[in-house]
């Protein structure tokens, strides 16, 4: 079936550190890939997305690349800053029922400065 | 322009009790999802509107749930009657098109305990 693969958290840098949370994933087709981040408090925000094989996806600093023969969306940032703890989810979208997200277990990151 | 809002934002009841879940998406968003995390496991899908009907309610985990959304706006979902199991955070998403590549906007989620 459809699933997604995420690092377990949490994950703990210091300010500046160079961020990498692995996501893979499992799934028919040609899904469209997310980040998701949910900040303390708030609702679960898109980070950035990429649609098909070999895109990149980048916002605020991170970036992500579609990576086909490896089925993996791996997230990077260059230089984490203490405004980035938050819980990232990676997600797919595989078009099932035209919409229905499929979420790995999240990624708790917390950035001292 | 406002985002997606549910309410309560944190429900407590006991074991055989009734809650409402409501959830009004951003406006003009056809279609609505819930989603629902229960601690330590992933957010897993519960079902899709688009509008007023049903699209997909294929993760609804039994018939104690039943979601509506009369006249396409907001959304509720029941929990009747809940149980320990069904605590977690209960999400909801709204999004224009619904399709694969479609980004959907989250609402804060509504954290429900059951005792």
């Known amino acids: 079936g459809n699933s997604v693969t995420q690092m377990e958290g949490p994950v703990t840098l210091s300010e500046e550190a160079f961020l990498t949370i692995n996501c893979t994933y499992t799934?028919?087709?040609?899904?469209?890939l997310f980040w998701y981040v949910q900040y303390p408090g708030e609702g679960l925000q898109l980070l950035l997305k990429?649609?098909?094989?070999?895109d990149k996806g980048s916002n605020k600093g991170f970036e992500a690349t579609y990576r086909k023969e490896t089925t993996s969306f791996h997230l990077e940032k260059g230089s984490v800053q203490v405004s980035d703890s938050a819980v990232y989810f990676c997600?797919?979208?595989?078009?099932?029922?035209?919409?229905?997200?499929?979420f790995g277990k999240g990624t708790k990151l917390s950035v001292k400065p | 322009e406002a985002g997606v809002t549910q309410f309560p934002s944190h429900s407590v009841i006991e074991k055989g009790q009734t809650v409402t879940l409501r959830c009004d998406p951003i406006?003009?968003?056809?279609?609505l999802y819930w989603y629902r995390r229960v601690m330590g496991k992933e957010i897993k899908f519960l079902l899709h509107?688009?509008?007023?009907?049903?699209?997909?309610e294929s993760g609804m985990p039994n018939n104690r749930f039943l979601a509506e959304r009369t006249g396409g706006t907001y959304s509720t979902l029941k929990v009747q009657p809940a149980e320990l199991e069904d605590s977690g955070v209960y999400f909801c998403?709204?999004?224009?098109?619904?399709?694969?590549?479609?980004?959907?906007?989250f609402g804060p989620g509504t954290r429900l305990t059951v005792t």
């Open positions: 998403a709204s999004s224009l098109v619904g399709a694969l590549w479609d980004e959907q906007y």
């Open positions: 799934a028919t087709g040609y899904p469209s």
């Open positions: 990429a649609t098909k094989a070999d």
């Open positions: 997600a797919l979208n595989y078009g099932g029922s035209q919409g229905n997200l499929i």
């Open positions: 406006s003009g968003h056809d279609n």
């Open positions: 509107f688009v509008k007023e009907s049903k699209q997909d």
